[in-house]
Nanobody, 113 residues
Framework: QVQLVESGGGLVQAGGSLRLSCTTSGEIASTNDMGWYRQVPGKQRAFLARISRSGFTVHDASVKGRFTISRDNAKNTVYLLMNSLKPEDTAVYFC???????WGQGTQVTVSS
């Protein structure tokens, strides 16, 4: 079973930055299209960004210009660099393959005003 492990979350002040990392079991992260998502309590999980195996990226309009998805296939890791964070970015952040497989635990990001 594929394991997805997100890390790098934490508490940050508005305007700050964080870089999230996503590693997977085997070579899943380096051989699949990957995406980042987030979820707040009571709402559906929302798509943020995706990156193809070749590095082509798509970012949702809600984070375009502030968040950047990238990948390091040699490290089997996908990243999400988040700049200019806002309190409304507070959520649990998840990564997954595209199409989605079993979800990991996610990493909590809290942005204080």
């Amino acid at each position: 079973q594929v394991q997805l492990v997100e890390s790098g979350g934490g508490l940050v002040q508005a305007g700050g930055s964080l870089r999230l990392s996503c590693t997977t079991s085997g070579e899943i992260a380096s051989t699949n299209d990957m995406g980042w998502y987030r979820q707040v309590p009571g709402k559906q999980r929302a798509f943020l960004a995706r990156i193809s195996r070749s590095g082509f990226t798509v970012h949702d309009a809600s984070v375009k210009g502030r968040f950047t998805i990238s990948r390091d296939n040699a490290k089997n890791t996908v990243y999400l660099l988040m700049n200019s964070l806002k309190p409304e970015d507070t959520a649990v952040y998840f990564c997954n393959t595209i199409p989605n497989r079993t979800w990991g635990q996610g990493t909590q990001v809290t942005v204080s005003s």
